[in-house]
């Protein structure tokens, strides 16, 4: 799947394309609706289907020091854009250029010169322009004087409830895996690189893949039931069953925040590559153990009770 920067002009086979609007972190099911949507007008009109979306988040780049929120990387986008059939991947770099940009310049400007977008699809609640000068209706104003065509599709409902990022992260910080994985249609997912530790677990008799979160939204520490998929194996590879700890490690000093999940029955070299560890299940918070006697028996009876909940996994 084709990334493209948000700073160039679309070009060639690209141009001319239906474009999914919107933040799409976590890409939970209302976003598949707005993208599905959009793929579907592109195969109706042979028109190629391009997801944008806005990388750093624009809560980002208006409030630097807010604590990390982000449900996706990237690169974790960019794969389930492709798995839903679009083309490409439009990233639209949030800076001070587009912040200043009005929402008559971003349709005219951006949209339509820049991108030679043919369609545009937003959710209900998708605002857009300087001071959120501009929204669906802003759109479709435009769309009908300018000549191309929008659509703006309706909230999905859980339960009688929008289905919403913030209810996906409220459902994280409480350590409701089942409620966020609904929501997304597949588990919170955390991807990164393992690296070096203190070797800690190790020296316990339980290794684990050390993972720094970046600027992934922090679930509630504590204790998670996951599973791990090696990307150097590709969509297709093995599934790996463990226990994770979230948090800062309180039986060890100094504190560092780190996730490391233990795999069950592997003794593979995991340093350096890239990996991804699914939140299953929270089984417990995070607690400090008088010794090292302690906290291996619970580290024990964690990964009993991770195996009995991925047991169907």
Do not use: W
Not at 36 to 42: E, I, L, Q, Y
Not at 52 to 74: G, N, Q, S, W, Y
């Amino acid at each position: 799947m084709i990334r493209l920067d948000g700073h160039e002009r679309i070009e060639g086979a690209l141009r001319g394309g239906v474009i999914a609007l919107g933040n799409f972190d976590g890409f939970h099911a209302g976003h598949q609706a707005v993208v599905g949507r959009a793929v579907h007008h592109a195969k109706d009109d042979g028109r190629p289907a391009i997801v944008a979306t806005f990388d750093p988040h624009p809560v980002r780049f208006f409030k630097p020091d807010v604590a990390p929120f982000r449900l996706t990387t990237l690169d974790q986008r960019q794969q389930l854009f492709g798995a839903a059939g679009a083309d490409a991947m439009l990233v639209l770099p949030f800076d001070a250029a587009l912040a200043a940009t009005t929402a008559e310049d971003f349709i005219t400007e951006l949209l339509l010169e820049r991108y030679g977008a043919a369609g545009v699809v937003t959710g209900a609640d998708f605002v857009f322009g300087k001071g959120r000068g501009g929204d669906v209706v802003t759109l479709a104003d435009h769309a009908r004087r300018l000549g191309f065509f929008t659509e703006m599709v309706a909230p999905v409902d859980d339960s009688a409830e929008v289905i919403s990022s913030s209810r996906i992260r409220d459902a994280l910080r409480a350590g409701d895996c089942a409620t966020a994985a609904r929501l997304l249609t597949r588990p919170f997912t955390v991807r990164g690189t393992v690296q070096h530790g203190d070797k800690n677990g190790r020296l316990l008799g339980f290794p684990t893949a050390n993972i720094d979160m970046g600027t992934y939204l922090r679930p509630r520490y504590g204790i998670y039931a996951v599973t791990g998929r090696l990307l150097s194996e590709g969509p297709g590879g093995r599934i790996l069953k463990g226990a994770a700890n979230l948090g800062i490690r309180p039986s060890f000093d100094p504190p560092k925040e780190l996730l490391e999940p233990h795999f069950f029955d592997f003794d593979g070299d995991l340093y350096g590559q890239e990996i991804d560890v699914e939140f299953r299940a929270f089984i417990r918070p995070e607690a400090k153990y008088d010794g090292m006697d302690a906290l291996m028996a619970q580290i024990a009876a964690d990964c009993d009770e991770a195996k009995r909940l991925l047991a169907d996994v």
